[in-house]
Structure formats: structure tokens, C-alpha cells
């Protein structure tokens, strides 16, 4: 994760022109506010990409849908007058800072979840093989599987880092 302070880029000198939207990013997974004081931490997760700032200390928001109604001058030339209901899902957590580790655990179990699939095939041939048997590692994730030619079965595996 990248820690974002209000109204500062850690890379050159910012000029703030737009005090709210200059301070939204993107969130892939998660957000976190961090008490240093109070050694605590309020952390949300979510199901798919949004934006999210921190506008103010003790506050965070997050951007579900965005929408314009005349155009901004900003490049698309048109109104953003998405009509579209995306339904996503946001898990909050409260913790101590050192119980960072958890977050990430549930994080990936939460979208990494297994995909049941259905075949129309009456008999399934189901390997009973295991490239992965007596792995230990909790951070190596089945990410595809896809068949070649219906003969061979070909799956990337990957692994996330992080540093705890």
C-alpha cells in the first residue's frame, strides 16, 4: 500500500489547484486510516476499483459512482451521466496497527475464492493429481485454468508479496 497525506505528493512540490478531487486515488482493494497515537486503525475493503480520498482526519470516502451532468472541460467533451447500478461490497475492519497481516489474509481469501464451474459433459474426467500437494505457502494463488485443444490443462499460479 502507498500511504497518501492530504495536500502532499512525496515526489515534488504540489501546487494545489484542486483541493478534492487532486486528492482522490485509486483503491484497488483496500484503504486504511492509521491513529499513530492510539496505535489503531480503521481498514476498508472492497470488492472492485474505486476512488477514495481522505479529506479530512478521522474521515474517508469513497467514490461508488460518479456522475457530471454538463461536461467538466476536462477532456471527454461530454457529460459523465452514468446511469449504469454497480452494486459492490465493502468490508470494514477495526484493529490494532500491528494486526496489519490479518487484513491482508482475509483480503485474499476474500477474492481469490475458488470459481465453481459446471461442465455439460455427463462424466467430468477430475484429475486427481496436485502440482501444488504439501505446498505451504499461504500466499501462492491459483490465478487461470484454461484447456488446450481438450486434452491438456494449462493454470498460472502467483504469489503475493508483501511487506509486514
Given amino acids: 500500500m502507498v500511504e497518501r497525506v492530504l495536500n ?27 491513529d499513530k497515537n492510539k496505535g489503531m486503525q480503521v481498514t476498508i475493503l472492497t470488492d472492485r476499483t474505486q476512488g477514495a480520498a481522505s479529506l479530512a482526519d478521522g474521515q474517508v470516502e469513497f467514490m461508488v459512482h460518479r456522475r ?11 457529460a459523465l451521466n ?9 468490508w470494514i475492519f ?3 496497527v500491528e494486526s ?19 461442465s455439460e459433459d455427463e462424466t467430468p474426467e477430475v ?6 500437494k504439501g505446498a505451504q505457502d499461504d500466499h501462492l494463488n491459483m490465478l487461470t485454468v484454461q484447456t488446450v485443444n481438450n486434452t491438456a490443462l494449462f493454470g498460472s499460479a502467483g504469489k ?3 511487506r509486514i
Fill in 94 to 96: 477495526f484493529s490494532d
Fill in 160 to 162: 503475493h508479496f508483501a
Fill in 8 to 34: 502532499k505528493q512525496p515526489t515534488w512540490d504540489l501546487n494545489v489547484t484542486e483541493p478534492i478531487a487532486g486528492n482522490y486515488y485509486p483503491v484497488n482493494t483496500r484503504a486504511m486510516l492509521i
Fill in 127 to 132: 484429475p486427481t493429481w496436485s502440482f501444488l
Fill in 68 to 78: 457530471l451532468l454538463k461536461d467538466d472541460g476536462r477532456g471527454l467533451s461530454e
Fill in 82 to 90: 452514468e446511469t449504469t447500478c454497480t452494486r459492490g461490497k465493502h
Fill in 100 to 118: 496489519q497481516y490479518l487484513h491482508r489474509t482475509i483480503g485474499l481469501d476474500m477474492f481469490y475464492r475458488p470459481s465453481l464451474a459446471i
